[in-house]
């Protein structure tokens, strides 16, 4: 099969677009540095690939469930596939809403959702492995099997002019949709842990804390930070934060998108878990990065999504997490 334009629609959350890049490469890899990839994908997380000379385009999908007619976005995409026809389609979204997009998409041959036989065999479980299973069949077994989630960020001469980071620093990224109000953050550590574990690395390495503008209520209980911290919430964009994590020693972070962005750069994490799995949705593990997962080991975990998580009144299962645990893991890989 000869393929040199592909078209891959993955429009869901940032953890879900940093899986679906593990197709990336192997594109690459199976039919030439020279495939032009275009992705469809949601505008915020979109811009992920802004520093990434490996795809060629982003269409930015905001509203899913809007039908063509309605959709200036939807007919944009379809237009363009209409002017010069993908040889290659790889559907990410199981979703209803997207069949009739991908079905007026002219494409040679259409792969993934809608269009494979997605049937999940049982002894694959993690996000990133299922999502590889849209493209099982285009590639070689062996590129297959060498495909991982992939990030390419600001480089490093560029960060090093905007923020002057010392050359070894640690990322802690404490925030997990901390912007939602009102109801219990089943995934956060507690803020006391935070301030406790900041103060404690600060004083034997440079610490950078990072997070996004709507989560400043948040951030502004973990103030005032100590000396050696550098805060760049809210001024980093998408591939500056992949350029700084790639540059990193290590980032602590709760189950949520930096340790997915983490994982796909190489840098070691250190995760902290409680009511997810992380067998199914943490930062991934490949051959050649480093992930440890920090979990305080209930029995009542974990319980995402369940009747027990709806139950729940309160989240000890990261509370019991200890700053002396993750400060240990965090000294035994000789980052301190």
């Known amino acids: 099969m000869s393929v040199k334009s592909v078209l891959i629609i993955r429009c869901g959350a940032l953890g879900d677009l940093v899986y679906a890049t593990s197709v990336i490469d192997a594109l690459k890899l199976q039919?030439?540095?020279?495939?032009?990839?275009?992705?469809?994908?949601?505008?915020?997380?979109?811009?992920?690939?802004?520093?990434?000379?490996?795809?060629?385009?982003?269409?930015?999908l905001k509203h899913k469930?809007?039908?063509?007619?309605?959709?200036?976005?939807?007919?944009?995409?379809?237009?363009?596939?209409?002017?010069?026809?993908?040889?290659?389609?790889?559907n990410f979204e199981s979703g209803r809403q997207f069949k009739s997009l991908v079905n007026a998409i002219n494409a040679t041959k259409k792969t993934g959702y809608f269009f494979s036989d997605m049937t999940i065999p049982k002894d694959v479980v993690h996000m990133v492995d299922i999502t590889k299973l849209s493209f099982k069949d285009i590639v070689s077994k062996d590129i297959f099997n060498k495909s991982f989630p992939k990030l390419i960020g600001t480089p490093q001469d560029e960060l090093k002019k905007k923020f002057n980071l010392n050359e070894k620093y640690i990322i802690i990224s404490p925030s997990n949709s901390h912007q939602k109000r009102n109801i219990l953050n089943y995934r956060a550590w507690q803020n006391s842990s935070w301030?406790?574990?900041?103060?404690?690395?600060?004083?034997?390495?440079?610490?950078?804390?990072?997070?996004?503008?709507?989560?400043?209520?948040f951030f502004n209980l973990l103030k005032p930070?100590?000396?050696?911290?550098?805060?760049?919430?809210?001024?980093?964009?998408?591939?500056?934060?992949?350029?700084?994590?790639?540059?990193?020693?290590?980032?602590?972070?709760?189950?949520?998108?930096?340790?997915?962005?983490?994982?796909?750069?190489?840098?070691?994490?250190?995760?902290?878990?409680?009511?997810t799995p992380a067998y199914e949705t943490g930062p991934y593990q490949s051959p050649t990065?480093?992930?440890?997962?920090?979990?305080?080991?209930?029995?009542?975990?974990?319980?995402?999504?369940?009747?027990?998580?709806?139950?729940?009144?309160?989240?000890?299962?990261?509370?019991?997490?200890?700053v002396e645990e993750v400060y240990n893991s965090i000294k035994s890989a000789s980052i301190v």
């Not at 469930?65 to 790889?90: C, T």
């Open 31 to 60: 039919f030439g540095n020279d495939t032009i990839i275009d992705f469809v994908s949601t505008p915020g997380s979109g811009t992920l690939f802004n520093k990434d000379s490996r795809v060629n385009r982003v269409f930015p």
């Open 289 to 322: 990065n480093k992930v440890h997962i920090l979990s305080a080991n209930l029995p009542c975990s974990p319980c995402y999504k369940t009747e027990v998580m709806k139950n729940c009144k309160d989240n000890i299962c990261m509370k019991n997490i200890t």
């Open 225 to 275: 930070y100590p000396n050696n911290v550098v805060d760049l919430v809210a001024k980093t964009s998408l591939p500056d934060l992949v350029g700084v994590i790639d540059n990193a020693a290590g980032l602590v972070a709760t189950d949520t998108g930096t340790a997915h962005m983490a994982s796909a750069v190489e840098t070691e994490i250190f995760a902290l878990i409680g009511p």
């Open 195 to 217: 301030i406790e574990l900041i103060e404690r690395l600060s004083k034997e390495i440079e610490v950078v804390i990072v997070g996004n503008k709507a989560e400043d209520d």
């Open 65 to 90: 469930k809007i039908p063509i007619f309605l959709s200036s976005q939807k007919k944009e995409i379809i237009k363009n596939s209409q002017k010069k026809a993908y040889d290659l389609l790889i």
